[in-house]
């Protein structure tokens, strides 16, 4: 018989107080990305699911939701790409934000990019990378450290 693993860990470590400098930056680099308030909370949600982050997904699943995001759209973002519910603007911020989180596989190719680039404007584009970058960092910290959803 196969034994069932529970992969849950309690907090490894709040590394807001370990480390404050660095947690207040990437704070700041949040605050930084000017992006539209749904958008952003959806991208950051996809990259979320894609990296597994629990912390993360809970809390942009949240966020998208008070800010008047439909349950439909949040459970189909998992599927976005077989769900009829998103705007072919969505649908390219979620494919640059599938290519970046996942930048070992193949890079961000250049359909990916030249699809991104024909929904928005340069600065637009810069603003949507950065907010990326963004959650992915955040991610990662959650992960390693264990951070549990509230």
């Known amino acids: 018989m196969n034994e069932i693993v529970h992969t849950f860990e309690p907090t490894r470590m709040r590394i807001a107080e370990e480390a404050p400098a660095p947690y207040r930056a ?6 930084a990305v000017d992006l539209e308030p749904g958008l952003r909370e959806l991208v950051n949600l996809r990259a979320s699911i894609v990296n597994g982050c629990a912390y993360c997904i809970n809390m942009h699943a949240k966020a998208a939701r008070n800010g008047g995001e439909s349950e439909q759209r949040l459970y189909a973002l998992v599927a976005w790409r077989d769900a009829p519910f998103f705007s072919d603007r969505e649908r390219a911020a979620f ?21 991104a680039g024909e929904h928005f404007a340069e600065e637009e584009l810069a603003q949507l990378l950065w907010a990326i970058t963004a959650i992915n960092a955040w991610n990662r910290i959650s992960i390693a450290t264990r951070i549990e959803p509230t």
Do not use: F, H, K, Y
């Open 26 to 31: 990437l704070l700041a680099l949040g605050r």
């Open 95 to 115: 494919a640059l934000t599938d290519a970046m989180t996942l930048i070992s596989d193949e890079g961000v190719p250049r359909a990916v990019w030249n699809e």
